[in-house]
């Protein structure tokens, strides 16, 4: 067991916890989407117009190598094609469906997915980056060989000298870090039943609004 003294004096940060995903680009979004939709449709026993199976493949190839050759302009036409292929296949089972509330949960996830999907934009806030993880945020955090980072934010607390940790929280919705400064330091308290004397923190805790019972010193 941790000695008392030593709980009393904690070092806490953040970092992002990444999820095993692919990088997220669109096109792989809007191919991946529109054969859930038409999973969800053969389930159903709905005939669609067109499932576009061989054209996604084809467009899927030609935006890796558009990509690979630079070639910008031809990529975003091509995956401009991927959205649209999505959006009509999402409206042609929408048409078709009796009720959304005839779909089991997991169907009514991936028809509210590919809604989102179709109605995002480049700058839109809350955006999905992620079909089989939706909690996934774009986290920069200021490295120079990776400027964003994509998962979820995560709190650690770690004691100062040993460097045992004591605590470790994620904060979905990229929260900033001196507001998730007070729920760290409780859930610190309540699992080892010290509360922390001095807390060391970096720069990006700046405006904590911690008074009282710790002294929060910042690097």
Known sequence: ALKRASLKR?????TVQEKAIAHPTDAKLFNRCRQQLVEVAHQQGI??????AK??????????RYGHARQYKRMRRCIKQLKNHMGRVYR???RQLPSENALNPQQQTVMAQARELWIQGKHSKNKLYSLHAP?????????A??????????SVVTTLKQCFVVGARSYPGNPYDGHT??????????????????????????GHGIEG???VIIA
């Open 10 to 14: 904690v070092v806490v940060d953040s």
């Open 181 to 206: 400064l007070q729920n760290q330091l409780e859930q610190t308290e309540i699992l080892t039943e010290v509360m922390p004397q001095e807390t060391y923190v970096d720069r990006g805790y700046r």
């Open 55 to 64: 054209a996604g493949r084809r467009l899927m190839l030609k935006v890796g």
């Open 92 to 94: 042609d089972l929408l």
């Open 135 to 143: 909690e996934v945020d774009c986290i920069a955090k200021g490295k």
């Open 47 to 52: 005939g669609l117009r067109q499932t576009y």
């Open 145 to 154: 060989h990776k400027r964003y980072e994509f998962g979820v934010k995560a």
């Open 213 to 215: 019972k710790t002294q």
